[in-house]
């Protein structure tokens, strides 16, 4: 997660797909702008943060239930799968979670942390919404075994985003390339090996919302770490 802010920053690369946690950070830092997302064939370019558990647990959105028992975080620097679970937990009236958990893992993916839940090794487990849809239409045990118990405002999903020192021509020309794709064989081509139909045009403001869930954390987006000491 740190890399691409790194090699932005020091411009080995012109361009990158940041998350959305990971942009507001490195935008804070200076240095890039948003210029479109994917639009899946459903039509949808936003995704949810979720939390999930087996249904056997019998566990559900409240808080006080899930003393002692382990979670599955994704990474630090993740909405799903961290952000938005810690701030869920901090509404709910928990706001030292390593001592509310008697377990906490890092599985360093989303999918991961949901197959972590469905193996029993975790509790819960936070992840991406997106994630979990494309699990229930492969491993029939996610749908029978697995279900929400929380779930999180939309944020904009993976955008790709451009050096703000790129000259406005470039980017202009990458911008008209991503919106236009759709309209020809190559780049409807193109789109479907990313799963998508379109790009649609991502707007610094649509991350607002998650600025504010990290300003409740009391997270400062412009030094909170990339990379953390476990």
């Known amino acids: 997660y740190g890399s691409i802010h790194d090699e932005s ?4 690369i012109d361009a990158a797909f940041f998350g959305s946690f990971n942009y507001i ?7 890039i702008e948003p210029v479109a997302r994917p639009v899946e064939p459903d039509g949808n370019s936003d995704y949810r943060g979720i ?27 993740t909405t799903a799968g961290y952000i938005f679970p810690l701030w869920y937990l901090k509404k709910n009236g928990v706001n030292d979670f390593k001592e509310h958990f008697g377990r906490i893992v890092f599985t360093g993916s989303h999918d991961a ?4 839940v469905l193996k029993g090794q975790a509790d819960i487990g936070a992840a991406k919404d997106l994630i979990f849809e494309k699990l229930l239409s492969e ?7 697995i279900t929400i118990i929380a779930s999180s405002i939309q944020v904009p999903s993976n ?4 050096r703000s020192d790129l000259s406005i021509d ?9 919106l236009t794709m759709h309209t020809t064989p190559e780049g409807r081509e193109a789109l479907k090996a990313l799963g998508a139909v379109k790009f649609k045009e991502t707007a ?4 607002d919302s998650l600025r504010q869930m990290a300003a409740d954390l009391g997270i400062n987006v412009g030094t909170y770490p990339f990379r953390h000491k476990r």
């Open 170 to 178: 470039i980017k202009n020309s990458i911008k008209k390339s991503l």
């Open 25 to 31: 950070m490195t935008k804070a830092r200076g240095g």
């Open 51 to 77: 939390i999930v558990a087996r249904k056997d647990k019998k566990l559900t959105g409240d808080v006080q239930k899930w003393k002692g028992k382990s979670i599955a975080f994704v990474h630090e620097v």
């Open 113 to 116: 942390a949901i197959l972590a």
């Open 139 to 145: 491993n029939p045990l996610v749908k029978n075994e």
């Open 159 to 162: 955008s790709l985003c451009v």
């Open 204 to 207: 610094d403001s649509e991350f």
């Open 9 to 12: 920053r020091n411009k080995t």
